[in-house]
């Protein structure tokens, strides 16, 4: 049966009409997104400057700006007085708020009510909020934020992690993981040592700020457009301080300048503060923290301490490990539990363990609460592993690869310190052989050799590290997504989901999936800005999960509305159901194809909803953290990375002369973006064990909050040979959206090969000795260890 107005004549015509932007198609012929190197979404906004940011909404009429005020010569003080007369008085002030201005509570942590939006009795860090100027400019807010006369009474910091371990205070209590008998495993051993490292923190450095701009909608109602990884629980964040139902708050997230974790939690702070303003003043209000702010008052990477010993037999088998991590957190517990966790999690980093004993310490101190960063404390438990290893290397004198290779997950040793089974670990194998072939390692370890025997100034190092990443979030509630799809009756979507896009490409990846259900051309996707009320209850855009959630919930929604539309032409036009496809903006049926568009407007005619959610939850999460038993993780990624440096032995000064990278990614839903993920993903981590480096003086106060003297990666930073492969996977055993794996955060633990490179450099000073070399590996630290290693050498 044909439907009214619709004749079989004119269903020829969509294959004469020439698809958006791509020519002439057969009608026929598939339409395949998934899989192909297709540009981010927003690229052309990104370089013409014409994408929208928070900074770049047009303001509503009457719109003032916030800015914080805090003491500037307190780290951990009594709050004795507070006069604020000289800020209410300043030109341009509107209002000033302080803790008795919440009308809910006065607190924007995550989940433990231990962070004050303003402190009120006692200051705990340097640069703690304790109240806010809203003015008609932003520089008058900035400037009477300054002139607050403000009175305390000093009490003695705790800065560092043996501050801490002296006072014994914890954000959380500590944990640990147990497999077999440790104790015996290291009393049997045929040999055994001990080590440490410190790890640094480091500071996310998003191009955009943290930044909110709150709207007053009617009564209670507000919304909030901000900067934040997580819009449900920035919403909640704000409720709870307004005082209000979460109904009455809508957040909305188009794109972020970067996030990398420090807008998971982070970002709620700054939007609670904006809302506040806009509910006392009934006007728009925006807060935009300036960046030597946002340095001093936003949480880092945790910096932590790790010490181990480790039972071997001769030839370098592990026969067990007692492995402690001492987290500095700062003065609240954030997003610490899962953090530390996640660094206990990948202790292993590829290696079996007979016998282990992880055990961490999440430990209070006087400085801003750290926070999510990329790898989620993943990287510190991967970095104590694969220095471990180049440690038992050289107690051996063998190639730091070989103890490596000999470790690793295998058949019959595949069970982790946390009990889950490594079921693919003769991918890791075939990653690391393939890697070391075609990064001819073997005879550019002799060609080092070769040049470091001739050169008494500069030095070469080789390493090659692997990559062994659980994904999913360990706290299981987070393991779920919606998505919410319209198809309209001209054949163009609209799509909503809940996570957000960082620069990351998850909005182009998750249009991707949508294009191929329905067979459209990308040009008639559009994914509109993350929002609230569109699908509420969202987790955040972390954990390296954002296309395997809410690719899946996204394809779950435009399944729902295809399989209508099959069933609207299968009685429409009498035909088998499975002989309707789609493709390339059509439903083909046979030899005849209707266009999409044309299709959805008769059903709508019909009453047929175009319209549906998805929802999807990870399947195998079984993680109980009580009993540390279960499953955390959906499955694993996994990558290697090759790298060789050159030092200078008088200077200190390096520089990574070539990268060799071989990473899995499954089945690439778009190769363009993962290898960029790949490649910045590799930059940042290098950056965090090179050159990034937090120093707090004395008295508690950063010292580096500015690009002048917090130095990330810049473009001559990045190697000139840097050769990045994605590994021909037979595809993601586990279920994922087509079959893929995460990228976002695997590639940033890649950089720990550039780490063990500069140690073999160093190392080959004075061979059998251990470099005391800890991360950041600046010129600073290598000169050091460099000089430790000479007097070595001549002991």
Not at 199 to 215: C, K, R, T
Not at 370 to 397: C, S, V
Request: net charge negative.
């Amino acid at each position: 049966m044909q439907p009214e107005g619709l004749t079989r004549g004119e269903t020829r015509e969509a294959a004469e009409t020439p698809a958006s932007g791509e020519g002439r198609v057969a009608a026929n012929a598939p339409t395949h997104t998934v899989g192909e190197a297709v540009a981010h979404d927003s690229a052309v906004g990104h370089v013409s400057g014409r994408a929208t940011y928070v900074d770049d909404i047009l303001e509503p009429a009457g719109t003032l700006h916030v800015a914080p005020g805090w003491a500037r010569d307190a780290t951990r003080a009594t709050l004795v007085g507070l006069d604020l007369e000289a800020v209410r008085s300043a030109p341009g002030v509107v209002a000033v708020l302080t803790a008795e201005d919440v009308p809910g509570s006065n607190d924007v942590s995550p989940a433990l009510g231990d962070e004050p939006m303003f402190a009120d009795e006692e200051i705990v860090f340097w640069g703690q909020p304790l109240f806010a100027v809203v003015a008609t400019s932003r520089d008058a807010a900035r400037r009477a934020a300054r002139l607050a006369s403000i009175e305390t009474d000093p009490l003695a910091p705790v800065l560092t992690i043996d501050d801490a371990l002296g006072v014994n205070d914890t954000v959380l209590p500590d944990y640990q993981f147990r497999k077999g008998s440790p104790e015996t495993g290291l009393a049997t051993a045929r040999e055994r040592f001990s080590g440490r490292m410190e790890i640094g923190g480091q500071e996310h450095f998003y191009l955009e700020g943290q930044v909110s701009l709150a709207v007053p909608g009617e009564g209670p109602e507000i919304t909030v457009h901000t900067s934040s990884q997580h819009p449900s629980e920035t919403q909640h964040v704000i409720a709870r301080v307004l005082g209000v139902p979460d109904a009455a708050v809508t957040v909305e997230v188009r794109r972020m300048g970067g996030g990398f974790g420090g807008k998971e939690s982070q970002a709620n702070h700054w939007a609670a503060i904006a809302a506040l303003a806009t509910r006392i003043t009934g006007r728009p209000c925006k807060l935009r923290l300036d960046r030597d702010d946002d340095f001093i008052m936003t949480g880092k990477r945790h910096d932590m301490r790790a010490e181990w010993t480790l039972g071997h037999d001769p030839d370098g088998l592990i026969r067990a490990v007692d492995m402690r991590f001492f987290a500095r957190c700062g003065y609240s517990a954030d997003l610490s539990l899962g953090v530390v966790d996640r660094t206990m999690f990948h202790a292993d980093s590829s290696y079996f363990y007979p016998d282990a004993m992880i055990h961490s310490r999440r430990l209070r101190t006087n400085s801003c609460s750290n926070t999510a960063f990329r790898g989620f404390g993943g990287p510190q438990g991967m970095l104590a592993a694969e220095r471990m290893m180049d440690q038992l290397a050289i107690r051996l004198g063998l190639d730091p690869l070989d103890v490596r290779k000999r470790n690793l997950y295998r058949e019959g040793r595949d069970v982790t310190p946390y009990g889950m089974k490594v079921e693919e670990h003769g991918v890791l194998h075939e990653i690391l052989e393939t890697l070391e072939h075609t990064s001819d390692y073997r005879a550019r370890r002799a060609r080092i050799a070769d040049f470091n025997r001739e050169n008494h100034i500069q030095k070469k190092g080789l390493a090659l590290t692997p990559v062994k990443f659980g994904i999913s979030f360990t706290l299981k509630h987070l393991n779920q997504a919606g998505a919410l799809v319209h198809l309209y009756t001209d054949g163009s979507v609209q799509l909503n989901h809940g996570g957000t896009e960082m620069g990351q490409g998850l909005f182009r990846k998750v249009s991707q999936v949508v294009a191929d259900v329905l067979g459209l051309t990308l040009d008639r996707v559009r994914v509109t800005a993350t929002n609230t009320g569109k699908v509420p209850n969202t987790g955040p855009t972390a954990a390296s999960s954002g296309t395997d959630l809410n690719g899946m919930a996204a394809r779950i929604a435009a399944e729902k509305i295809r399989d209508r539309l099959v069933t609207f032409a299968t009685e429409r036009f009498d035909v088998d159901p499975a002989s309707v496809t789609f493709s390339d903006n059509l439903v083909h049926f046979g030899s005849e194809a209707v266009p999409i568009g044309r299709l959805a407007r008769e059903a709508h005619l019909a009453r047929l909803p175009l319209s549906a959610t998805g929802f999807y939850a990870t399947p195998t999460i079984t993680w109980d953290r009580p009993s540390a038993s279960g499953r955390p993780f959906h499955y694993f990624a996994y990558g290697a990375a090759c790298s060789e440096v050159t030092i200078d032995t008088m200077t200190g000064e390096m520089r990574v002369d070539r990268v060799d990278v071989l990473h899995d990614v499954g089945h690439s839903l778009n190769p363009a973006l993962d290898i960029g993920q790949i490649e910045g993903g590799f930059v940042q981590g290098m950056g965090w064990l090179t050159t990034e480096e937090l120093f707090w003086d004395e008295s508690g106060r950063l010292r580096t909050h500015a690009p002048s003297t917090y130095k990330i990666p810049t473009a001559s930073d990045v190697p000139e040979d840097f050769r990045v492969d994605l590994y021909a996977s037979r595809g993601n055993p586990s279920p994922t959206v087509g079959r893929s794996k995460a990228v976002g955060e695997p590639p940033l633990m890649l950089a720990i090969s550039v780490f063990s490179a500069l140690h073999d450099a160093i190392a080959g000073l004075a061979p059998g000795h251990l470099p005391p070399l800890d991360a950041p590996a600046t010129p600073e630290a290598i000169l050091a260890a460099v000089t430790a290693m000479k007097k070595a050498r001549r002991a």
